[in-house]
Nanobody, 116 residues
Framework: QVHLVESGGGLVQPGGSLRLSCAVT????????MGWYRQVPGKQRELVASITSDGRTNYADSVKGRFTISRDNSKNMAYLQMSSLKPEDTAVYYC??????????WGQGTQVTVSS
């Protein structure tokens, strides 16, 4: 079975930083692309950042220069370093893994709240 578990969410003041982690089991992680998404109530889940199996990254315009996605294939872990956080970054953040053929798995999400 494939499991993804996010951690690292919480309450942070505007301008602060958080580091989200995603622990992945049940797959050969280095063969999968992965992504971080976020969702607020009443809105569609949106892509925040993605990283391919060979390390190429992509970011939503709203987080470029503030967020950094990374992965450690030796530990089956992925990370999202978030800096200069804004209230509009408040959301539930999800990690996923995906590969050609339509294979996609999701974590359960972690809440990030940016508020003073």
């Amino acid at each position: 079975q494939v499991h993804l578990v996010e951690s690292g969410g919480g309450l942070v003041q505007p301008g602060g930083s958080l580091r989200l982690s995603c622990a992945v089991t049940g797959i050969t992680f280095n063969m999968w692309a992965m992504g971080w998404y976020r969702q607020v109530p009443g809105k569609q889940r949106e892509l925040v950042a993605s990283i391919t199996s060979d390390g190429r990254t992509n970011y939503a315009d709203s987080v470029k220069g503030r967020f950094t996605i990374s992965r450690d294939n030796s530990k089956n872990m992925a990370y999202l370093q978030m800096s200069s956080l804004k209230p509009e970054d408040t959301a539930v953040y999800y990690c996923n893994v995906n590969r050609l053929g339509g294979y996609v798995y999701w974590g359960q999400g972690t809440q990030v709240t940016v508020s003073s």
